[in-house]
C-alpha cells in the first residue's frame, strides 16, 4: 500500500509522488485516472482493484516546479559522492563552504560542495586560493528537470521513464 505512484498533471507534467493508498484514493474520488498499472491487483473481500504505478489527476494544478532542497545529501548526490577537490569517491564524504562562512561565504548550491575529510582539512578556514587547491567543477543548483527530482525513483521505476523525460 506504501510503494511510490508518479503523480502527472492534467498536462501530464510529473508533479510528485505518493503512496498507493493515496493513488487509490484519488482515483476513488474522482480526481485523478489511472494511467498506468503495472503492479498487479489489490484484493479486498468484495473487490480487486489495479494497483497504479502512475496516475494523472483530472484538473490541472498549478503549482511551481519543484526545486531540488539544498541538503548534504542532495549536495553530494550533486556532485556525484566524489570529492570536488581530489575526486575521491566515498560515502563518507563532507561539506565545504568554498568561501568559508567567516569570510562571509554563504549557504548556496554555489559556495557548497562535497570534500573528503583530508581536503575539507587541509582547505580549513581558507579560501581555494589561499589554500592553493583547485575546484574539479564549478558548483550550481541542480537542474530542476523531472529526470532529476525524480532520479531516486527511477532505478526501482523504470517504466515511469517515458512520463518522466523531457519535462
Ligand atoms: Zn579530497
Known sequence: MYSPVLVLNANFEPI?????????????????MLV??????????????????????????????????????????????????????SPNLTID???????????????????CPACNHRKGGRTIDQAQMQLLSTPSEPPTSARYIFARHLKDNADWLPFVDGW
Open 97 to 115: 563552504h568554498v568561501v568559508p562562512r567567516h569570510l562571509g561565504g554563504r549557504h548556496t548550491w554555489e559556495n557548497m560542495v562535497t570534500a
Open 36 to 89: 498506468l498499472n503495472g503492479r498487479g491487483e489489490i484484493k479486498t473481500v468484495s473487490f480487486a482493484y489495479p494497483r497504479p504505478s502512475i496516475i494523472r489527476l483530472g484538473k490541472m494544478v498549478k503549482r511551481p516546479r519543484p526545486r531540488v532542497k539544498l541538503t548534504k545529501r542532495e549536495i553530494q548526490r550533486r556532485d556525484g559522492y566524489t570529492c570536488q577537490y581530489c575526486g575521491l569517491h
Open 16 to 32: 510528485n509522488v505518493c503512496n498507493t493508498r493515496r493513488a487509490i484514493g484519488l482515483i476513488l474520488n474522482g480526481r485523478a
